[in-house]
T-cell receptor
Framework: ETGVTQTPRHLVMGMTNKKSLKCEQH?????MYWYKQSAKKPLELMFV???????ENNSVPSRFSPECPNSSHLFLHLHTLQPEDSALYLC????????????????FGPGTRLTVL | KQEVTQIPAALSVPEGENLVLNCSFT??????LQWFRQDPGKGLTSLLL???SQREQTSGRLNASLDKSSGRSTLYIAASQPGDSATYLC???????????WGAGTKLIIKP
């Protein structure tokens, strides 16, 4: 496997379900990101992890819960979602700059298409 | 607050034409600007990255320019092909909060 992988690629869930999205990067990066992409809207940054520590949480509802057990894996745990949460969820990674701050170029996974019924 | 705008939202041209996609941003304090390509239902592929100190970058038939002072970037595609059909997104990386701010994209259709 190379690059950034995401599973599952498609997910349909009810509002009372609990599910998790998984992202894995094989690039040796140490920063990882979750983005939400809704139709015809700009990508929205949800969470950022640098060296496994969460550094950004852009006012994301608590029904989305990220987990970063190591620098190669990132999860997004979902529970009691709403239909408006249906979107493409994209994971990305980048090589952090040891002098401070995430690096510039981000590499993206293929995304998980989530539908909430 | 940084805002990134891409015009037009959609563009359809015949195969073989040269074309230009536009991206504008309101805050010139950017670290760099990236152009991405997204195929339907798929993730993003980075095409070109221009550092704030650079004026342009080229890769094959693609050329991206950056005019930081006027808050504009263009993506030039030469001799367009049907395989170029995709949504093209630009994003600026901010010095202030180390985040990518995205445009909504231009959906490009190249007609055979």
């Amino acid at each position: 496997e190379t690059g950034v992988t995401q599973t599952p690629r498609h997910l349909v869930m009810g509002m009372t379900n609990k599910k998790s999205l998984k992202c894995e990067q094989h690039l040796g990066h140490n920063a990882m990101y979750w983005y939400k992409q809704s139709a015809k809207k700009p990508l929205e940054l949800m969470f950022v992890y640098n060296f496994k520590e969460q550094t950004e949480n852009n006012s994301v509802p608590s029904r989305f819960s990220p987990e970063c057990p190591n620098s190669s894996h990132l999860f997004l745990h979902l529970h009691t979602l709403q239909p408006e949460d249906s979107a493409l969820y994209l994971c990305a990674s980048s090589q952090d700059n040891l002098a401070g701050g995430p690096s510039n170029e981000q590499f993206f996974g293929p995304g998980t298409r989530l539908t909430v019924l | 607050k940084q805002e990134v705008t891409q015009i037009p939202a959609a563009l359809s041209v015949p195969e073989g034409e040269n074309l230009v996609l536009n991206c504008s941003f309101t805050d010139s304090a950017i670290y760099n600007l990236q152009w991405f390509r997204q195929d339907p239902g798929k993730g993003l592929t980075s095409l070109l990255l221009i550092q704030s100190s650079q004026r342009e970058q080229t890769s094959g038939r693609l050329n991206a320019s950056l005019d930081k002072s006027s808050g504009r970037s263009t993506l030039y595609i030469a001799a367009s092909q049907p395989g170029d059909s995709a949504t093209y997104l630009c994003a600026v990386f901010m010095d202030s909060n180390y985040q990518l701010i995205w445009g909504a994209g231009t959906k490009l259709i190249i007609k055979p």
